[in-house]
């Protein structure tokens, strides 16, 4: 909050050198008690470099704290305890989120700075993973973010459209393939055909080699294998638009893996120019010893190019394209070493902008504890669980609000919602169980919740008839301050969420948020009370920051529910 920094600046003042200013800011704390004042300094660690007692430290301190915004300061034990002034703060703030509701919490220090984004990124011919979407929804969030703070963002896709796995696949499909079944179901069909080629291939190895022939083929751009995998690639993405439409998510460039075929050449040449490349067993690498790491591995001994000389082959072009000031590959941790060799080898080629990727990883989607696996047949397919959790919205809704008039695509925003938000709210380098019952109650830590809560605060305003020209922002009402106190704070806790790339402070603030309203509409007369256009007018801040917060994390917030 911006009154800590006062009280940093101040405190520092009046101690001296000695104590930086940022060294204050961080012992500062603010009570959970509200007889304890809204921000409190501990005095002990002070004690010994003024050789007296931190109760007397604090009695010498008090008074000198002098600002407007200071309403009281007492000294209690060895704290220092501050009153905020709650009419000149609160007066303050909604004056200024009245003047532009839309740019409350907005910064501008990203502006004339671009962010690239490397998220979601599934691969064709499988399911889209429950990976896929963490990388889906927390890459949405920090793009948002970044927007808000001024950067410009390109959100990329990178499909996984290349590998010799394709080899296989293709070589299964000669094999089992049927064309009306691969029309009707792509990703299930292709999946289980390719399964099945893993499992033969124990048994009969020579299947391996037909595997690689036609994986030889496609890299030779052999008719028929380029046909048969464009047609997988399109029906792939056909199925995965239906994910990206029902989470309301899209790209600025949708760009496979495969794009960068022909230009790895280049990145290959740059290497050898830089003698950056040795030859080990025939394979040729990037020794990363200096740094610790595994050497990268650049063209295996088939003479085929990887994964690593892909991504460094479009991490350059990126560059080329947007000249980015911040590469963000959003990827689970299982992708932490590639990530580290991408880097390092970027920087032996001199590339000034090496420094700027930076790999946001997360755990994993956990079901029973364990990894929710596509493999061994016990796929969880992404776009069912999102249709589940849609029809467990419309019951709810149905229970709660029967004559609700556009039912059906409020339960979309909310059920989406709710699977969204239960991803954002953890950390994202913890694991997350999944439970649909979790994340679909209105009375836990959900979308639901917040949703319902910003519904209620919504309809308030509607029945009040609020407009903002008519809004009061002289505040006479200890029930509104903490709502006040957290309306003020929202620009900061986006600050925050964006520089830590950490979209569960959102998540987080929305639910504190939510709570502060429910208990203040438990205790206060609104509608019809002396004081209604005051009250209206804190709750019209309220609904901005909760509708601002909801559509930073990508989730709806419906006026009704
Ligand atoms: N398609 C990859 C996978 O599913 C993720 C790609 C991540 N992005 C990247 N630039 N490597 O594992």
New binding site residues.
Partial sequence: MVEKHILALQLSHILGENFPRDWVHGLIETPKQADHGDLAFPCFQLAKTFRKSPAEIAKEIAPKLQHQVFQQVRPVGGYINIFLNQSFIANHTLQQLLTDPGQFGAHQFGKGETIVL?MS???IAKPFSM??LRSTVIGNALANLAEKCGYETVKIN???DYGTQFGKLLAAYQKWGDEKSVRENPIQELTKIYVKFHEASKEDPSLIDEGRSWFKKLEEQDEEAVKLWRWFKDASLEEFEKIYRLLGIDFDLTRGEAYYNDKMSDTINLLKDEQLLVDSEGAQVVPLDEVSLPPCLIRKSDGTTI?ATR?LT?AIDRFNNYQFNKAL?V?GHE?TL?FQQIQQVLQKMNFSWAPNLKHISFGMMLKDGKKMSTRQGKTVLLEQVLKEAITRAEENIEEKNPTLANAGEIAEQVGVGAVIFHDLKHDRRNDVEFSLEDMLTFEGNTAPYIQYTHARAASLLEKGSFRIKDAVTTFDDELAWPIIKLVRNYPEVVENAYKDYDPSKIAKYLLDASRAFNQYYAKTKILESDQQQARLTVIFALTVVLKDGLNILGIQAPLQM
């Fill in positions: 490397d990124a599934p691969n990976g896929h990178y499909i996984g994964y991504d479009a590959y990827v992708q590639h």
